[in-house]
């Protein structure tokens, strides 16, 4: 089966713009969820989406982070606007919601200068 | 609440084996284990629910001891391909799978 496709792969902005991260996770699967992984840590949630229902975004910077999943199928992460800080890894990963483990997108690396 | 692996990193010769564990404060209802080479995304390893039930592919097994929120994961005859981070990730209730992950055990494995 196709894997969990993340576009773009690299995006380099400067702090106070804005920028969108791009998901399609694999077919069937309705469960999809966003990671924020900073270099030497652990991958951290910031939103899970059942279908196209949000199931959990209490981690979600809502000030400046929104996130949406369309027809429960592709979803998009926004920044904006970013900060420093907010350089890291965003990880999409989805899952069947059966017994079994999370299929990760190669994720975007997000630097802000 | 985030689980804690133990040890942060280790440097293993082709050959020996390792032992990555993961604790929690938390009580625990499944662990999963991802490996993430450096500029990857992780991959599922396995998965291990209540029960105390003990899995394995190949030389990687794993453990889950749910009266003590603890899992370890053991790396047998250690091969250069078994480099990379390890990280454990945590689940309170069944049916839940929305993971919290460790800080992750950096694994080096050496000729």
């Known amino acids: 089966e196709a894997g969990v496709a993340q576009s773009p792969r690299y995006k380099i902005i400067e702090k106070r713009q804005s920028v969108a991260f791009w998901c399609n996770p694999i077919?069937?699967?309705?469960?999809l969820y966003w990671y924020q992984q900073i270099l030497g840590q652990g991958p951290k949630l910031l939103i899970q989406?059942?279908?196209?229902?949000?199931?959990?975004d209490s981690q979600l910077p809502k000030d400046r982070f929104s996130a949406e999943r369309l027809k429960g199928v592709d979803s998009t992460l926004k920044i904006q606007p970013a900060k420093l800080e907010d350089s890291a890894v965003y990880l999409c990963?989805?899952?069947?919601?059966?017994?079994?483990?999370?299929?990760f997108g190669s994720g975007t690396r997000l630097t802000v200068v | 609440q985030q689980p804690v692996q133990s040890p942060q990193a280790v440097i293993l010769r082709e050959g020996e084996d390792a032992v990555i564990n993961c604790s929690s404060s938390k009580a625990l209802y499944s662990v999963h284990w991802y490996r993430q080479k450096h500029g990857e995304a992780p991959v599922f390893l396995m998965i291990?629910?209540?029960?105390?039930e003990q899995k394995g592919h190949e030389k990687i097994s794993a453990s889950f001891n749910e009266k003590k929120q603890q899992s370890s994961l053991y790396l047998t005859a250690s091969q250069l391909s078994y480099s990379g981070t390890y990280f454990c990730g945590t689940a309170p209730g069944a049916g839940s799978y929305q993971l919290t992950f460790g800080k992750g055990t950096k694994l080096s494995v050496i000729p």
């Open positions: 291990l629910l209540k029960g105390g």
């Open positions: 077919s069937g699967h309705a469960t």
């Open positions: 990963a989805s899952h069947r919601g059966t017994r079994g483990g999370y299929t």
């Open positions: 989406f059942q279908n196209n229902g949000v199931v959990d």
